[in-house]
């Protein structure tokens, strides 16, 4: 195991799966105390699970992170489990696909929109203000996707909460760059998790489409995605 980050606290939401457990298992391989957070006590413990090799290192806690309430609470539970927060990577996030004149008036827009964007907003609001009463350097990732450039049918409400999240992330950054806190978004590209497969289990043709599309003509794991968020918050790329 690497020392790299030895002692630093790391948040990692949506990280009972898929991206963002390989996101805290890169973290924790690195010597770094993680608190592992997903919508249900299940994901939770499955990533738990997953990571019980780096025993007392790695801590859960479910939380919605739509809920300030929540949310607030759970970096009260960090605080005094690590002592506070160094790294919040909030890659909590849903993908289903429909048409937009399928949808259900606002009920499927709002669905994305309030996890996806709305989420992203609570949760690095609230660990900003924790890095803020710190007074000690921090860094806030966000898992966003190359949707919130790249539009896909079906996919309207999901592309328009990644181009918030990424101007969002902008925007935090010019005003947490006076408290020394650096923020930045990470855009994977076509990425093969679960919720992928589920989104495109009744439309294969339309999955292969996109990823003759992709640079390398298939479809990412998501282990080599963790290595932009930790590149990202290493010491000395405060101006990245």
């Known amino acids: ?15 009972g799966r898929n991206i963002g457990l390989a996101i805290a298992r890169r973290y924790a391989g690195e010597g770094a105390r993680i608190l592992l957070n997903d919508l249900t006590p299940e994901r939770v413990a499955a990533g738990l699970s997953s990571l019980q090799s780096y025993g007392e290192q790695v801590a859960g806690y479910a939380a919605d992170v739509r809920s300030s309430a929540a949310v607030r609470d759970m970096l009260r539970f960090m605080r005094f489990r690590f002592g506070g927060i160094d790294v919040c ?4 996030g849903i993908y289903p696909n429909c048409l937009v004149l399928d949808m ?16 992203a907003f609570v949760v690095c609001q609230a660990a900003a203000r924790e890095m803020v009463e710190q007074r000690e350097v921090g860094y806030i990732i966000t898992i966003s996707s190359g949707s919130y450039f790249m539009g896909r049918v079906g996919s309207a409400h999901y592309c328009a909460s990644r181009a918030g999240l990424v101007m969002y992330t902008r925007v935090l950054d010019m005003e947490l760059a006076p408290y020394g806190i650096s923020v930045n978004s990470i855009a994977p590209g076509l990425v093969e998790t679960d919720l992928i497969s589920a989104a495109y289990r009744e439309n294969s043709s339309a999955k292969s489409r996109w990823a003759a599309l992709a640079a390398r003509g298939t ?16 010491p000395g790329t405060s101006f990245v």
């Open 219 to 234: 479809w990412l794991q998501p282990a080599p995605c963790s290595l932009a968020p930790t590149a990202a918050t290493s």
């Open 89 to 92: 990577v909030h890659c909590a």
């Open 104 to 119: 259900i008036e606002e009920e499927e827009w709002s669905a994305i929109i309030s996890v996806n964007l709305t989420g």
């Open 1 to 15: 195991m690497s020392c790299r980050r030895a002692g630093k606290r790391v948040l990692v939401t949506g990280a």
